[in-house]
C-alpha cells in the first residue's frame, strides 16, 4: 500500500497536475504562442555555449571510467571542490580549500544534505515567507518541522527579524534563507545579514546551541542594476551556503551543485563527515560525475542574464501600468505580485480565462500575492500584456 504519509503529497499533487494538465490544454486549443505561461522557474536561455564544448573535450580528452564512474569520495572529485573553493575565495576573499565542498545533485539534493547532517527527529527550522514550497517537505523529511516567519510586504518582504526572535526555541537548529529570493527577487543587504546574524548569536548563547543558517542560493548571479549580493559566511560564522547551477548556467536538468561547510563552524569535523554520509546514504551517491568537470571547466562562465533583465524591465513597467502593485525584483526571474483578488487562488483561476497561468502566493505560504515566472521569451511577455490588463479590468468592474 501507498504509505499515509505520502497521502498528502498525493494529493497535492494533483493540483500541479491539473496546471500542467491545463497548460497543455490551452497551448493545443489557441496555439502555445497564444498562452502566456508565467508558472515554471525553467530557464529560458540556454547553457553558454562553453558547456557543450566542455562535455565534448571531457569526452575527447578524459578517462572514460573515470568521468562516468563513482566518485572516490562521496564529496565529488577532489580537483573540482578545490576550483570550486579557489573560484569562491577569488569572489569573495574566503579561505575556502577542497575540503570545505560537497558536490552535490543540485541545490534540492545541497539542502537535504545540510537538513540531514542538522536535525534530529522534532528539530525545527525557520523560514522566511514568502519561501519556496519545497522547504518543508525537505525539513520533514529528516523529521524536522518547518516554521513560516510571517511575511513582511510593507517592507518590501525583506526579512521579518522581530518575528523570527519571537519564533527562535531552543528546538530551533537552522534557518534556511534565500537571496535572490524566489519568490520576491528580493536580495538581502549586507546591513539584514548583520542584524539575522547578532539575533542568530544572541539566540544560539540563550539556547544553549548554534543556530545555523542555510543559505540556498540558487540565483546568486541572477542579481541585477549592479546589485551585490552578500556572501553569508562572511557574517555568520555557522553558515551552510547550498550552490547550484541549475539556473547561472541553465542546466537544471543536469543535477550540480556544491554545499560549502566552513572550517569555522562548531563541530566542523563530525559535520562535514556527516555531510559525506548523508549524500552517501540519502541514495544521491555523489554528483554526477561528468558534470561535476563540466562545471570546473565552465567555472567563469555565465548564461545570458541580460535577457532575464529585459524581461524583468518589461514585465514589471507592464503591470505597473495596467494598474498592478509589486515590489521591484531585485534578482533571481520572479515577479510577486499583489493579487488584485482577495484570494489569490481565485485570481489565478481568473487568469487562466486570458490564457494567463500564474502560481498563488498560497504555495509559498504568503496568501494575497502571485508569482509570475518570468524566466520565459521577451514576446510572451510583451504579448502577455494587453491580456493582463484586460484582465485587470474584469476585477475592477467585479
Ligand atoms: N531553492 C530554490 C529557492 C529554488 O527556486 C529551486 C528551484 O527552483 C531550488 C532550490 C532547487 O534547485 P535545483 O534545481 O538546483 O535543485
Partial sequence: MTAKSMMP?????????????????????????????????????????????AIRDILDEEDS????????????????????AEHLNRLHGTAFT?????????????????????????????????YFVEYGNYAKNH??????????????????????????SEKTQA??????????????????????????????????????????????????????????????????????????????????GYLVIPSEIDDFDNAIVAANIANRVLGYVNAPTLIQRVVARCIECAA??????????ALYEGLIDAGYECTKPEGAFYL??????????EFCALAKKYHILIVPGKSFACPGYVRMAYCVSYDTIVNSLPHFRDLMEEVRGL
Fill in 304 to 313: 545570458d542574464i541580460d535577457a532575464y533583465d529585459r524581461n524583468r524591465k
Fill in 175 to 256: 534557518v534556511i534563507i534565500n537571496s535572490p529570493n524566489n519568490p520576491t527577487g528580493v536580495v538581502y543587504s549586507e546591513e539584514t545579514l548583520q542584524k539575522l546574524a547578532a539575533i542568530l548569536e544572541e539566540k544560539s548563547a540563550e539556547i544553549g546551541h548554534p543556530i545555523f543558517i542555510i543559505s540556498d542560493e540558487p540565483y546568486r548571479e541572477l542579481a541585477y542594476d549592479g546589485v551585490t549580493v552578500p556572501y553569508v559566511t562572511k557574517y555568520y560564522r555557522n553558515t551552510i551556503v547550498g550552490y547550484s547551477w541549475s539556473k547561472s548556467l541553465s542546466l537544471p536538468g543536469e543535477r550540480i
Fill in 9 to 53: 503529497y498525493v494529493q497535492g499533487n494533483s493540483a500541479i497536475r491539473a496546471m500542467f494538465e491545463e497548460g497543455a490544454r490551452m497551448a493545443k486549443e489557441f496555439g502555445a504562442e497564444n498562452v502566456y505561461d508565467f508558472s515554471l522557474g525553467n530557464p529560458s536561455v540556454p547553457a553558454p555555449p562553453e558547456v557543450n564544448q
Fill in 65 to 84: 571510467l573515470l568521468i562516468h564512474g563513482y566518485n572516490k569520495s562521496n564529496s565529488g572529485y577532489e580537483d573540482v571542490r578545490a576550483t570550486v
Fill in 336 to 345: 510577486f505580485v499583489k493579487s488584485p483578488l482577495e484570494d489569490d487562488v
Fill in 143 to 168: 523529521g524536522g518541522v518547518l516554521k513560516a516567519v510571517p511575511a513582511d510586504p510593507a517592507a518590501g518582504f525583506q526579512p521579518n527579524l522581530e518575528a523570527l526572535r519571537e519564533l527562535i
Fill in 98 to 130: 577542497a575540503a570545505n565542498i560537497i558536490m552535490t545533485v543540485g541545490a534540492a539534493s545541497g539542502l537535504n544534505v545540510a537538513l540531514k547532517t542538522l536535525l534530529d527527529p522534532g528539530d525545527e527550522v525557520l523560514a522566511f515567507a514568502p
